[in-house]
């Protein structure tokens, strides 16, 4: 007998809870705040967060208003066998140049993937020392930096770390950040930057 591989109504029901739990999380509220702005209790809050009930369609819609996010977002992590993936071979990423004001920067496209409800990139950006000063950002999300080649000045907001190879430094993007200073002839760096999308 060929063995299903479709999900079972325990599995549905985890899926639904996990996806509930992060988007609470992830809005910030308590299951008890989440409550007095859906009209659902805080004990069905909390039994559909931990699996132990089926939610009907009803509570789900009353949630996700409460949310702002779609009524499907509840359901798109129950299949597994469904999403996207895209591999780029060494070498293969797309090629941009930066210019900002007379600053130059060049970086390798690894991956950006959109979601509705994420959005991710990730880039390897090379940086020769020039005169001008890098650009400094304020943006939305998490950024991570890892440092492949070459030492530099990072601006954590009114802070400033020394990053050489090897070194990392993750933030919130929506403090100033970005590199001070470049103390070596090359810097070459791995970005990633994930970010909620509404």
Known sequence: MQQSDAPTQSSVEQAIGETLRTLRTA??????????????????????????????????????????????????????????????RAGEGIRSRRLVESHVHDFENLAVHVRRDLQFEARIVTVTRQASSPPQYVGQGVVFVHILAGEAVYACGEDTVTLGVGDSVTLDAEMRHGFQAVLSDTLVFLTVQSERRR
């Open 27 to 88: 809005a910030d509220l308590t299951a008890r705040e989440l409550a007095a702005r859906s009209g659902v209790s805080t004990a069905m809050i909390s039994r559909i967060e931990s699996a132990q009930v089926s939610a009907s369609i009803s509570t789900l819609t009353a949630l996700s208003a409460a949310l702002d996010v779609p009524l499907v977002r509840f359901f798109r992590d129950t299949d597994g066998r469904r999403g996207d993936y895209t591999v780029v």
